[in-house]
């Protein structure tokens, strides 16, 4: 026969376990409702991971946005990596090409992958990339280099509180994931 110290610590045992079952659930849960959360609201300064379709509208040229381009590698990542230019002045509707320019510093092939990030957050919203080095992975071989074009538009719809944009890439270095023998077959330069 249990007694009431007995059923009391049982119930506070399911208890606990259920409470840490749920905690569990949830940690899982937020990263894909983050990025649901981010995504409807424009912030956090992510950019779409798909090209943007353009179709000719009237550009306003009344109106001016400095988009300043910067980029950033990370520690393992024996590359050059820079844009063409570091500041722009566009018209909102315009379709805008430049280019980032990498250069591999190392003897082996290594591929990389260049994640976007847009500030302010908001802004990401109206940022529209039609073609963008960002949605491959990029292969270079010992010493290559490679220009990696960026066509882009802002959003007519861009708030006029914001008059600058900051696009920034970070390159990371993805080769031991599988990808080496992908580099020598696309490998430039």
Known sequence: MMTHQGKSN???????????????????????????????????????SSAASYQAMTVDESRTVTVEFMAQIQQDMPWEFTPEVKRLQVHPGELIRTQFNAKNLSKDNIVGQAIPSVSPGMGAAYFHKTECFCFNQQHLAANGDAALPLIFYVDHELPDSISTLTLSYTLYNITDKGYVGAVAQGATK
Do not use: H, W
């Not at 376990?17 to 749920?22: D, K, L, P, R």
């Open 10 to 48: 049982r119930k506070l045992i399911i208890m606990l376990i259920f409470g840490s079952v749920a905690m569990f659930g949830f940690g899982f849960a937020l990263v894909p409702l983050y990025d649901v959360l981010c995504e409807q609201l424009g912030i956090n300064g992510k950019t779409s």
